[in-house]
């Protein structure tokens, strides 16, 4: 059982940057594969991000290559979303996810969620 909790959401302006945090329980995290995901009004939970359990190979959308930078730390139970060069279609509720192995691009497929955070981008 993983418990996934997001922090580092807000307000910001176009061109700004925040740093997304998500926080998991479990003794097992680093054999997890962990990835961000989005949600805009009326969408679907889209994948923004994605992280090896070890760490060495990280994927993104096409959307956010160059701007937005995954991380995690395995000693402190936490992976983050580094988000650079915000534009106000980054609008939307970020979520965290985790898979025993590799996190899926298919939100479904995907073991775990956090409760999501929400992140506004202002023009």
């Known amino acids: 059982q993983v418990r996934l909790v997001e922090s580092g959401g807000g307000l910001v302006q176009a061109g700004g940057s925040l740093r997304l945090s998500c926080a998991a329980s479990?003794?097992?995290?680093?054999?997890?594969?962990m990835g961000w995901f989005c949600q805009a009004p009326g969408k679907e939970r889209e994948f923004v991000a994605g992280?090896?359990?070890?760490?060495?190979?990280?994927y993104y959308v096409d959307s956010v290559k160059g701007r937005f930078t995954i991380s995690r730390d395995n000693a402190k139970n936490t992976v983050y979303l580094q988000m650079n060069s915000l534009k106000p279609e980054d609008t939307a509720v970020y979520y965290c996810?985790?898979?025993?192995?590799?996190?899926?691009?298919?939100?479904?497929?995907?073991?775990?969620w956090g409760q999501g955070t929400q992140v506004t981008v202002s023009s």
């Open positions: 992280i090896s359990w070890s760490g060495g190979s990280t």
């Open positions: 996810a985790a898979r025993a192995g590799a996190i899926s691009r298919s939100a479904p497929s995907n073991d775990y």
């Open positions: 479990g003794r097992t995290f680093s054999s997890y594969g």
